[in-house]
């Protein structure tokens, strides 16, 4: 089992920025797809985007488009989120996960993680 450590979180205006890391011990990431994850109150938590084993492929839920940019760092054993533009709307918890499976696809569900981080706040005020 791996564990992930989610940081960057914080509180930022609307229109900044912030990067989020997520570093994974226990075992390493580089043969499987990892995500992030997000979870506003009183809402299920969603897909935000996903990178495949070698970053060579990303997917990204329409709401966040063009404004976030997952990577990694195999030799580090982290995955990173940048988020510009930020929105209230992305106000939640980040939640960084490792995938069963090497690849991507678009609709990633929950299931398709097998391990979870403790998760960041992210708080956009307006």
């Known amino acids: 089992q791996v564990q992930l450590v989610e940081s960057g979180g914080g509180l930022v205006q609307v229109g900044g920025s912030l990067r989020l890391s997520c570093a994974a011990s226990?075992?390493?990431?580089?043969?499987?797809?990892m995500g992030w994850f997000r979870q506003a109150p009183g809402k299920e938590r969603e897909f935000v985007t996903g990178?495949?084993?070698?970053?060579?492929?990303?997917y990204y839920a329409d709401s966040v488009k063009g404004r976030f940019t997952i990577s990694r760092d195999n030799a580090k054993n982290t995955v990173y989120l940048q988020m510009s533009t930020l929105k209230p709307e992305d106000t939640a918890v980040y939640y960084c996960?490792?995938?069963?499976?090497?690849?991507?696809?678009?609709?990633?569900?929950?299931?398709?993680?097998?391990?979870w981080g403790q998760g960041t706040q992210v708080t956009v005020s307006s």
């Open positions: 996960a490792a995938s069963i499976y090497q690849l991507v696809r678009p609709g990633q569900e929950l299931a398709d993680f097998g391990s």
């Open positions: 226990g075992r390493t990431i580089n043969s499987y797809a």
């Open positions: 990178i495949s084993w070698s970053g060579g492929d990303t």
